[in-house]
């Protein structure tokens, strides 16, 4: 409920077209629908230029499709994150268009294609383990308009292997970068670049990684001012924010 | 050591203006200098096109006076955090413009205030206590060259002073967002913005608030997707990372 | 043993009605009764004004039914939490009127459905995650004898849904409160209403949600002072003790 | 902002009493004054009948004598929690009825002594070293208009001082439980009677009571189901919601 | 290696009946023997007068027979804890004799039932799911010469449970007490006592329980004095114990 | 309030020697005695035999005092645990004979030296800086009637100093075994000796000691089984068990 | 790049016989070849002298087998730890001498079987249960050139086992000790020789155990100054830096 | 006591030079003297070849002082660790050439200077504020007979500084690398060099570094297979298993 529909309602008011009783019925109805298990929320893509994300765990295929079918009016494109093969086959149902990420469970539907960010945003991971996550990031920044360079495997035990890269790290608006264990690659990635990086702790390791935590703590602590975290495994989160920061 | 830099050191070789020795000792060669108990490195400034920031804490007032002297050469604008009146006062002797702001113990040389953001940086907290950090976040952001709005005291149990002021909220490019307790500020005003917001847990609070590690769980698992997060109390880092994203 | 019923006792020792031995294994007796793995306690339905409880997990099939069938000796309603399908076949059979609750395992028999609570039970619920843990609050409260008001899926990250549910909200006499993730609902409800509100933290999460003591943590330091806490994913405790609330 | 004012401030707009950008401004209004450094929230008192309550750290007593001042011309009852003398002192001139409760640091303004709640409040402690939080309880819900009875050191390793007394919990309408190390005490007096029981975890103890971490597990996992948690500490929290709750 | 027997050995060097060598070696050799995968310790039940105990989790069911075997040699008395059926069915195998324990996996091969202990060992638990654990202690217990008595389902949410068996806890000479939750039984049941007693914490609970951790902090928090720990869920540790304080 | 006092109360009702109203009065009749701010419990003495203990921490030395004077009248032996020399000051106006014992803070009122335990009772400890804790079981065990060997600076890193005192650990009939750091001299102590262990955590060491938690998380995690565990820095605790044990 | 080689590229770009942007290329260039999914690194090789190890988790049986492959045309010898029978049956394919060790997991090929260490390695452990940990350790040193020798189920509680192999210990020029539940082992291991000890903790245990982090904070905190500590379960680590340091 | 010694004991007694009661005293004798709070154990000495080390913390200076005394006997070398200035003037009156080192508190004797490491340890660490437990760590690999180069200030987020350093740390025959915060610069050091790296994590940094256990967590997970951890600001022992590492 912006400023200037307000003003148009009351105006209405002034002019008699409708009265009081309306007029509280009309403040009090948002542009939000009601399906039963979920209400869906087609403010959100308006408030922040990108449409509604669907979380697939906790819900049945059924319902996954159900709320994608509905989303889908409003928008040519969808994500599904961390949906199964059984919510990749019922969304297809519904998307004809739709793809399945099978690493990361990201599913799909990439309608339209305009380029909104206006930079490129780099998504960096430090070992093969971490691959699923930044494949949520970037399956994220690029249905959300952003050209997206990867660059995967740079881990700082073979810090060379980074080194080599500069060029295309130097070359991004913003940078997602995840890493399990120790976390340490957003710090060096932070220290070499003028970019904000997200950083991304994965749940990679065991033992004293602690499912993620080590590493959660390590970026908190980063040494390095351009990083800021997100949850532990939050692909998606990082590539949402990356987004947003390169539409800036 | 850029490439440009790199193709004319070996063309200077190539034309025989310099041996290879001197080609090797000058690859070698950074610009930082050793002044003791620090390397001071200049090359963060060209790298984040920010000035050097200092920690005043684990330093004596000497030791901080001095790292300031040699940093106010190369840049107007300086930033100590976490500075004691004891520190303030050594670094008022090497540089008279010098502020000090006691909540945060921020000390601040500012004398260029170029702006260098493309918008408003709005810096909101949830309540009184967490001031101290808000502060530290809105002077960094400030001596980065950022028109900073502040809010204070907005925090969700009274969500109405939250509401009241969203259209200050909407008119910010990035928003730094700090809250103690339950730290549950960054979900709410992430819900009503569509630009990043960085949120910073404080350590305000007692008992099951842990010094702070509650609101950081909270706002790492925020319900909105817009939302990052810095180190319990770093509100510099905060100030820093927007600043950053304030430039794109 | 309350007093009237000592000084009873008494007076018959006194009137030489029964002799010292009887008294003694009297005042010892204690109504309970034990049916082998289980001592269950009529008193405390008698204490409570609440039918026992059977918690699901931890017995067999026919340990449930051999309880469930000796409590509905006493009592028309019986609630069973954290039962299986397998759980509630069992309990079918000494029970035609049982009732199923798939998404929360409860099951239950609702043979006296007169209204014992005096207001409305609010059951709030920030995502349709959570929705498990509300129905287990909800379903308690309504077999002690309370109508209850549900309202699912209105977390603070879109604060609007949750305004647009004020009066609701103020309905009621009591709110039941759960949510996962950052735990931030039953503040900004605390802040809404001035009647108790019993914040529930679900184990909705993943990371840093830490199984739900993120928002366990974030629910006890609450900037609301009208809310109390009780432990993850425990609906049925909430339901509980709200009805214990609303009889009052 | 409530419905009959809104509806009332239409039908000026709708009778031409006031023009569009009046309503507008008029419907941003809400009534709470900005002293500087803290919104005090009048609104609060209006919804929850109970008047803003001053929390004493984190301010000089310069500031909490301020907002003192600027709410007691709103209420005749304040109550400022974790005051030090200093602070006292600083009320004290600014409301002359003062009063200190040292162990617990309450200062107190009860001009207002009417009695709100409907019963009684039984406030119950451990051992000697819960008190000052016990205290914090009672002070609070005296404010609050509730007449309180006191139970202290009846901690459960001596069992029978808890038995001796289970009459007067068995008259109060609420109980508030405060204990530290085991907090094994709001188990056994939820088990006693059939009203709702606040318990309060306190910080006493050492070693593995974990500043009282061990304390607020022990309660929340509290096999009595009338049972609600508050943060450690406390006290002020579970007499609020004590007090809310006799009022019902 | 005792004394009398190093005598011994230095006498029959001294005295030219063995040579140095040969008393090196033998000085050497302790009485063990090694069957490939596990060294077996018959030192130990000359040290504690007790067999040796099998830990049947991480072997194989023909790694446990086979040490079990072994054993049986040397003792008519043995225990395997948290024994699955597949073990118990190899165990049988090697001892006809041996019982299985299902809720608590203990297998039990009792051919020496002569009474060691001086009085009786009670076992007490709060819940019925806690019983897994007191039995194992049961077992334990009486495979190690004890009487037990054993007193279930007194948690302290009814407290009159426990009180109506005082005479029972009074007649015991150690009490093991089982709990989970909030783990609270000890400390009364310390309370009512004085002898020994023995605190289990089981990892029964939920949410905030942390499999035990609760509850283990509780018991170590008791403030009843005669209350000591051992490990979540080692029933066998506490009836080990109690068995060793009651051959005193 | 025993069974024959019950059969004689019930015999004087029998027999008309009192009515019911003086047997309700007398069954209430507990024989604790209250001054003021904490309730002294001379059951307890009873109970354990042994005569109450004062922590010294959370009182003011006169509350100290004042408990101290009231208890001696029943009592020649009297303990303070971790009080200041400002409290032994109070105590010692008191009680002429009162010890204190600097490195723990003990304060010992040592009237009645008669031995009660049946053993002796050793006393071990890893390092130099464990001795405090040491000290407060041994002053304990002491003044419960006890010979007490103390065994210190026995660490296991230097385990040939642990096996020169075999003799000294084999003589005693109960070990308290204090240590902090990695807490593993209970195992080792367990091993080599066949009676039960108590093992005391100390919060000595830095890092991650966490304060004790890594002492107390591997004691209970011994590998021997005849160790149970108390709180850290419980050195009290211990030697009150250890007392109890040893009468047994 | 070493030094030489970059002098000797300068050297050729200052004879003309590469030209400036040839230089640039072949600076960048660095021996590592992408197969798709991991960057293979036989820099690695070359710097610690140590072939690449594979991490059998979190990649498919044929992804393994591919870098095993790409590996083995540069080493005879290759370690995969962590692998499942699957994953043996894959590599098996690629390397017919494949040997597998079923307890830790570990797949490994030894075609170069030349001692590279200077003396030998002893691995010990405390338990049976400890062994998968201690073997991956010991396959490991093995297949990095080490003569090792194994000394297993010598735990603390028992520790004349331990002092009887005083001699195979001492006869070690670098140690791991892998132990689980208090994880006391390196502290005692460490006390008796004057060689660096490698501690390992295991995840053996349960309960307070924390999943191996208990014998983690034992050993961090070891009162012998000669112990280090890798991640819990690591024997893979273990036997690696004993490798590197058994070839100084 | 040793083989040889052993031999040459029994054939003392075969040759009848002593009888078997001085045999067994001799055995018993072990060459650690008691000086009353403290056995010094000169053994250790001659088992790892270093002087003993004093830890300065809890004991008072002339405590200190007395040992320092007692060790100077027997070795030119000394070290106290975390003295205070209290104590170095304790000390310095029984050690003119004692030095201190204020940042750490090491207090040392070295008046035997001899090399005996067989190359050079790198001390590394991260910023500034990590000098002090570096400064430890050099202090004790230089009193052990080790040539230490330092190189501090060269933390991952200005990894330049690092690699321009690189022919030092390959210089180094072992590494220390002290880090705080995010404790990253290990693996980075670690993939670089070839030899082993002992990582000490420094308490350095606030709210989520969790005093050190983040940057504890992190150098555990490392990726680099050649680091070892030591305790959070354990620079003494970093030094020492690197003096011990050099040694070899």
Redesign the interface.
């Known amino acids: 409920?912006n400023?200037p529909r307000?003003?148009e309602l009351?105006?209405r008011?002034?002019h008699?077209k409708i009265?009081?009783e309306q007029?509280?019925r009309e403040?009090?109805h948002?542009p939000?629908e009601d399906i039963g298990?979920?209400?869906i929320?087609h403010?959100?893509a308006l408030?922040?230029?990108m449409p509604e994300?669907i979380?697939g765990?906790?819900?049945t295929p059924q319902q996954v499709a159900a709320v994608a079918r509905q989303l889908l009016k409003q928008s040519k494109n969808l994500l599904v994150t961390r949906g199964s093969p059984q919510v990749f086959r019922a969304v297809k149902k519904v998307a004809r268009a739709a793809e399945f990420f099978p690493l990361s469970g990201a599913i799909r539907v990439w309608g339209d294609r305009t380029a909104l960010g206006?930079?490129r945003i780099a998504v960096v991971c430090?070992?093969?383990?971490d691959?699923p996550v930044a494949e949520e990031a970037r399956v994220t920044a690029e249905v959300m308009g952003n050209p997206v360079d990867t660059l995967?495997?740079?881990?700082?035990?073979?810090?060379?292997?980074l080194?080599?890269n500069r060029?295309r790290l130097a070359a991004a608006?913003?940078i997602v970068c995840c890493a399990?264990?120790?976390?340490?690659l957003p710090?060096?990635v932070?220290?070499?670049?003028?970019?904000?990086v997200?950083a991304v702790?994965t749940?990679?390791?065991?033992?004293?990684?602690?499912?993620?935590?080590?590493?959660?703590?390590?970026?908190?602590?980063?040494?390095?001012?351009?990083?800021?975290?997100?949850?532990?495994?939050?692909g998606?989160?990082a590539g949402?924010?990356a987004s947003?920061?390169?539409r800036?």
């Open positions: 409920m400023e307000l003003r009351l105006a008011v002034q008699g009265d009081v007029a509280v403040l009090k948002l939000f298990f979920a209400k929320d403010h959100r408030r922040h230029g994300v979380l765990t906790g819900k206006k930079g430090a070992g093969t383990s691959i995967y495997d740079v881990g700082v035990a073979g810090i060379h292997r080194m080599n060029e608006r913003v399990g264990m120790e976390g340490a710090s060096v932070g220290g070499l670049v003028s970019v904000p997200i702790p749940s990679v390791g065991y033992g004293a990684s602690l499912q993620g935590v080590a590493a959660l703590l390590g970026m908190l602590n980063s040494c390095a001012s351009n990083v800021t975290v997100v949850n532990i495994d939050n998606f989160g949402y924010v947003m920061i390169n800036l």
